[in-house]
């Protein structure tokens, strides 16, 4: 089936540091890719996204590359702030097969970052 | 636009009360989702409407929760009777078309007592 995996938080990061987020993914054709990020107490909202392989996707200082030979979507930012602090989803959209019209999330990473 | 728009924010309630949840989808759009966040489950999809139809509703876990949408612009989520078990977040979310980007409301807050 189709399946997302993102690493496990939470994680804790000094401002400025650098961010990876671990996401990879297992699925039937070619999906779409997604990143969304949760502020406390608020809903979801879209991050960045991509829709073939070796897209990158940004927004934000963030990044992402589609990459279809490790089945990966690794998120990125060079300097994070503290105003990044969130959980982060990655998600995707099978285009084949019954999970299509629905994201599949993964669990969910929150991230701290600390002045 | 205003975006999804969820009601209410907070809802606390005594185990055995019916609660009902309200969505506005963001106009125009022809897919709307229900999906519950806990901490120990994450976020589940418990249903997803295309044009007002449900499609599938196998993340409903019981007979005690029903979704409706009379019409392109509202939906509902009830649940009835509610239990201590049922306290999360419930989001609602809309899209225009299957495979494009999904908008989020703010959602609500049940608590169960």
């Known amino acids: 089936g189709n399946s997302v995996t993102q690493m496990e938080g939470p994680v804790t990061l000094s401002e400025e540091a650098f961010l990876t987020i671990n996401c990879t993914y297992t699925?039937?054709?070619?999906?779409?890719l997604f990143w969304y990020v949760q502020y406390p107490g608020e809903g979801l909202q879209l991050l960045l996204k991509?829709?073939?392989?070796?897209d990158k996707g940004s927004n934000k200082g963030f990044e992402a590359t589609y990459r279809k030979e490790t089945t990966s979507f690794h998120l990125e930012k060079g300097s994070v702030q503290v105003s990044d602090s969130a959980v982060y989803f990655c998600?995707?959209?099978?285009?084949?097969?019954?999970?299509?019209?629905?994201?599949?999330f993964g669990k969910g990473t929150k991230l701290s970052v600390k002045p | 636009d205003a975006g999804v728009i969820q009601s209410p924010r907070h809802e606390v309630t005594e185990m055995g009360q019916e609660v009902t949840l309200r969505c506005k989808p963001i106009?125009?759009?022809?897919?709307l989702f229900w999906y519950r966040q806990t901490m120990m489950r994450g976020l589940e999809l418990l249903i997803y409407?295309?044009?007002?139809?449900?499609?599938?509703d196998s993340g409903m876990p019981e007979d005690r929760f029903s979704a409706k949408m009379p019409n392109a612009s509202f939906s509902t989520l009830k649940i009835q009777p509610s239990e201590p078990r049922d306290s999360a977040v419930y989001f609602c979310?809309?899209?225009?078309?299957?495979?494009?980007?999904?908008?989020f409301g703010p959602g609500t807050r049940l608590t169960v007592t």
């Open positions: 991509a829709t073939k392989a070796d």
């Open positions: 106009s125009g759009h022809d897919y």
């Open positions: 998600a995707l959209i099978a285009n084949y097969g019954g999970s299509q019209g629905n994201l599949i």
């Open positions: 979310a809309s899209s225009l078309g299957s495979q494009s980007v999904m908008y």
């Open positions: 699925a039937t054709g070619y999906p779409s």
């Open positions: 409407f295309n044009n007002n139809v449900p499609i599938d």
